[in-house]
Structure formats: structure tokens, C-alpha cells
């Protein structure tokens, strides 16, 4: 079977879907809002072996991919080593990846500022709306139009994104700027900070053009702070008073916002953290949210990477699960009918989505959870160290983290 896919939304999970969609012989259509290339401000990405075979898979150059780090440490609060672990991986960019997989399309089937507005099943076909402009009709939608999917809300209206209850700040430096000492400590590794309450993840990545070379890398770090709703709400008020919904684009973030930030982490934060945040281009905020909606695929229309499920970055899992969800579906469209196919992919996908989910959860639970002496503000007695140590940023190899989370919110 053969036909036309139209893909909303053309950030990673979306051009993942159209080029493992042309492998299996269709065509793909992307539609992506943002009228201009979009750009990670340089978040950094985590890659797992499974994320490489796929963008192989995809058509991409897996070379030049980003920075080797080959073990995991934790500091305390005072800058010292308190645990180190063995744990070699590939940390990149989401501009890297989004590039090699942007390279991919075939000129005319990437049409940005194209906003969808719903869709409609029509037979054998379904047409995908965009505002007064005419439909257009595919044999198939893939909705990859992120965590607020515009598709996913016709489709199931009551899956809304719950609010975590904690921020991700994310600063990023280059490794020009900064002092020998923290040169030698933060790159080559991938590091974290632990205290009860909050946590610090961080690793180098590529330079500007993604110049892997010393000296011209970058170092990537978010820092995971708990924000109360209310509070959340001022901070995402800019200093006009327009209140921003979801996320607040970087420059519209009030002066104040910033300081209390700053002052909290000179407070709280080892040296080497403080140096990357006081010599890193602006910090900037976002709300962590996830959701799993209960199925991955309704008659023509299937949902993909973050429309389907946000696992929290703890799992470090966003644009790999996004790969596995266009290699399945691929794979799926063999089937006699588009609706037996996707409903085949959604069987397959929803598990998986279902076990990143859980287990990002468990691992977000974790940075509140304090040794029985009280909380540990200097991050040395963090009873899950060893587990947050080898589970953060890797793919979950079993369901055991997922299970404590299903039995924590029963
Ligand atoms: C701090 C942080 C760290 C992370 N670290 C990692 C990591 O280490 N490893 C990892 O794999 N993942 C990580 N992730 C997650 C990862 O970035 C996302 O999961 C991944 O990019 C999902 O891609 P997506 O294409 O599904 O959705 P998105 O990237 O959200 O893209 C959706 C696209 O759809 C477009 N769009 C939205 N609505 C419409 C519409 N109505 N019409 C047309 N277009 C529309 C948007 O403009 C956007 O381009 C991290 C995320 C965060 C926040």
C-alpha cells in the first residue's frame, strides 16, 4: 500500500515521520506553522544507540553526530565528586539533529507557515484544515504537531498536558568563556547536582556549525526548579502584563524573574554550575508538562512523538521516541488498510510511550524525595543517587521505575 501522508508539524518528530514514510514508497507533505527554519536555541539532546540506528534508517549521517562524554559524575554543593559511574554516550544538539533530518526533504514537501486547524474523514481519505485557506487531502494525517497538538484536541478533546509542578531553567556557555578549572571538570562527562528539591543535568555539546572541536564546544546544562502554579503564572507575565499560557519566548521574561533566579542559585548551586550560568547567553525558562493520550491512532489519523505522549526530559527520551513512533508506523502501512495499519502502530507504540511516560515520572518524583535525616541540600545523600545516576537520559531497559510510578499515583 501507497499513498499520501500529510504530517502536521515539522520539527524532529515530524521530518522523522516523512523519511521513514518515503522509505516504505509514500509521499509526505509537512506542514509546519513557524513561517521561518525553526531553531533549538541549542537545547542539548541525549542519543541512545536506538536513536542512531534510526536516523541511519532515515537516510542521515550519523557522523560528526556530537561530543563523547564517557562517565557520569555527581558534585555536591561545594564542587566535589560524590559519585561516578562508567556510562559512554553521544550527546548532541536539536539543531544537529533537526538539520540532518531537515536535509532530507525533497524540495516542495516542507511548506512552512502552514497552521492546521483540524481535519475531517472523508471515506477513503481525509482532509486537513487550515484555516480559510482550501483543504488538503491525503490518504493519511500524522498529527507531530507537539504536546498541544491542534489534531490531538479534535481527536480527544479531554487529553489536556498536566503541569508538573517544576521548571526547566536552561543555560548554555561556551567553552571559550569559561575557566580552565571548569573545562576540566564539566566536559568529557555528563553531569549532575542532586539536593532534594531540585536537580542539575548537564553536558558539552558541538559549538556554533557544530564544531566539535576543544575549546569551540558549548556546555549545555537545565536546571529542574520547583514553581508553583500561582507563581508559574507571574513568571510567565511579561512586563507589559500579557500573561503567556504555555511558555514565555525568552526576551519577554521580566528582569525580576531572572534575579530571583540568579539569587537562588548562588544560593544553592555548585561553583561550577554558577560559573556556567553567570557566563552563559541568557537563561531561559520552560514548564515542564507531560500527558499519554489513551490511543496513538483514530480511523485515518495517528499521533506521533510529543501529540502522543510527552515523557519528561528526565528520560532524555523526546526525539527517540519520536523516531520509534515513524519507524513503526512505517513499518505498519504494509497492512491491508490505512485504519488496520495505524490501529496496528498505536498496539505497538502506545506500551512503549506508556513506559517513557511512567518512568520519566518516577524519575521526576525522585528529586523531591529526601534521606531519612531530612533534606539534603548539599546533594551528597540523595537516596536514589545511584538509580537517577543510571536511569536519567537513558532508554528505560525495563519496567521496573514505570511500575513505582503506576503504584505511587494509585
Ligand atoms: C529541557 C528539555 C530537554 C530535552 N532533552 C531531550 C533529550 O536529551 N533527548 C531527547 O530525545 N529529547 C529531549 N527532549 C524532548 C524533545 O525535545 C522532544 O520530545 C522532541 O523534540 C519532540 O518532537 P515533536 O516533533 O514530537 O514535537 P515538537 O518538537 O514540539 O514539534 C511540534 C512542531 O509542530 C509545530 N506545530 C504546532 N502546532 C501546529 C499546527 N497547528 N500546525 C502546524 N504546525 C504546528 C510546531 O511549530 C513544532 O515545530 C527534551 C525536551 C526538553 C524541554
Known amino acids: 500500500m501507497a499513498g499520501h501522508a500529510i504530517i502536521c508539524g515539522g520539527s524532529i518528530g515530524g521530518l522523522f515521520t516523512a523519511a521513514m514514510l518515503r522509505r516504505a514508497g509514500w509521499q509526505a507533505t509537512v506542514l509546519e506553522r513557524t513561517p521561518v527554519e525553526l531553531s533549538g536555541r541549542g537545547a542539548g539532546i541525549v542519543t541512545h544507540d536506538l536513536l542512531n540506528a534510526l536516523l541511519v534508517e532515515a537516510g542521515a549521517t550519523t557522523r560528526d553526530l556530537g561530543v563523547q562524554v564517557t562517565h557520569r559524575v555527581a558534585f555536591d554543593r561545594a564542587g566535589a565528586t560524590c559519585a561516578r559511574r562508567a556510562l559512554p554516550q553521544t550527546v548532541t544538539s536539536w539543531d544537529r539533529v533537526h538539520s540532518l533530518l531537515r536535509a532530507l526533504m525533497p524540495e516542495g514537501s516542507y511548506r512552512a507557515g502552514v497552521t492546521v486547524t483540524g481535519y475531517a474523514e472523508r471515506g477513503d481519505a481525509v482532509e486537513v484544515h487550515r484555516g480559510d485557506a482550501p483543504p488538503l487531502r491525503g490518504d493519511l494525517v500524522v ?25 526547566v531553567w536552561r543555560a548554555l556557555a561556551c567553552e571559550s568563556d569559561l575557566s580552565q578549572e571548569v573545562r576540566r571538570d564539566l566536559f568529557g562527562q555528563f553531569a549532575m547536582f542532586m539536593p532534594t528539591g531540585t536537580q542539575i543535568v548537564g553536558y558539552p555539546i558541538a559549538g556554533a556549525g557544530n564544531d566539535l572541536r576543544e575549546g569551540h564546544r558549548r556546555y549545555n546544562f537545565v536546571w529542574y526548579v520547583p514553581v508553583a502554579q500561582a507563581d508559574l503564572d507571574d513568571m510567565l507575565t511579561d512586563g507589559e ?90 513499518r505498519h502501512l504494509d497492512a491491508a488498510t490505512v485504519p488496520e495499519a495505524l490501529a496496528a502502530y498505536s498496539a505497538e507504540r502506545w506500551p512503549e510511550a506508556e513506559r517513557a511516560h511512567l518512568t520519566a515520572r518516577r524519575l521526576g518524583e525522585m528529586i523531591f524525595e529526601a534521606p531519612p535525616g531530612g533534606p539534603d541540600p548539599d546533594g551528597r545523600d540523595n537516596p536514589n543517587m545511584d538509580v537517577i545516576l543510571r536511569s536519567t537520559a537513558v532508554v528505560p531497559a525495563d519496567g521496573t521505575l514505570a511500575a513505582q510510578a503506576r503504584r505511587n499515583s494509585s
Do not use: N, W
Open 143 to 167: 498529527a507531530a504537531d507537539g504536546f498541544r497538538s491542534a489534531i490531538r484536541a479534535q481527536m480527544l478533546p479531554q487529553v489536556v498536558p498536566r503541569y508538573s509542578g517544576y521548571v
Open 241 to 330: 502584563g500579557v500573561h503567556h499560557p504555555v511558555s514565555i519566548p525568552p526576551p519577554r521574561v521580566r528582569g525580576e524573574v531572572i534575579a530571583r533566579m540568579r539569587a537562588l542559585a548562588g544560593r544553592s548551586l555548585p561553583p561550577q554550575f554558577l560559573e556556567i550560568l553567570e557566563r552563559s547567553e541568557p537563561p531561559f525558562f520552560t514548564p515542564i508538562y507531560d500527558h499519554l493520550a489513551p490511543t496513538l491512532a483514530s480511523g485515518r489519523v495517528a499521533l506521533a512523538g510529543d501529540a502522543a505522549c510527552v515523557a519528561r526530559p528526565h528520560v532524555g527520551m523526546g526525539v527517540t521516541k519520536a523516531a520509534c513512533d515513524a519507524a513503526a508506523l512505517a
